[in-house]
Nanobody, 126 residues
Framework: QVQLVESGGGLVQPGGSLRLSCAAS????????IGWFRQAPGKEREGVSC????????YYADSVKGRFTISRDNTKNTVYLRMDSLKPEDTAIYFC???????????????????WGQGTQVTVSS
């Protein structure tokens, strides 16, 4: 069965860093674009970053560009999101998701994604 399991969330001070992981199973990981999304209380879910199946293509929301870095290890069926210079407005539940696609395909459109994880909480506060 398809599973996406996020980990690495927690409480961090402003300016700090976290690395989120998304471990996938139950589907052909190499054929999927993987995205990270987040949802803050009272707000809609929004796209953060994504990486194409063959890795060279990445995309970032303007709000995180220059602070977050996405990467993937297809040998471990895992995608990572390194988050630096964290701000209180980054506080949210972070979800990873998988979208079937062709090489170099990137998208932060929620409806393009078939599989979703349960999320991990990230809180940025002093």
């Amino acid at each position: 069965q398809v599973q996406l399991v996020e980990s690495g969330g927690g409480l961090v001070q402003p300016g700090g860093s976290l690395r989120l992981s998304c471990a996938a199973s139950g589907f052909t990981f190499d054929d999927y674009t993987i995205g990270w999304f987040r949802q803050a209380p009272g707000k809609e879910r929004e796209g953060v970053s994504c990486i194409s199946s063959n890795s060279p293509s990445t995309y970032y929301a303007d709000s995180v560009k220059g602070r977050f870095t996405i990467s993937r290890d297809n040998t471990k069926n895992t995608v990572y999101l390194r988050m630096d210079s964290l701000k209180p407005e980054d506080t949210a539940i972070y979800f990873c998701a998988a979208a079937p696609g062709y090489p170099d395909y990137v998208s932060l459109t929620l409806t393009d994604y078939d599989y979703w994880g349960q999320g991990t909480q990230v809180t940025v506060s002093s």
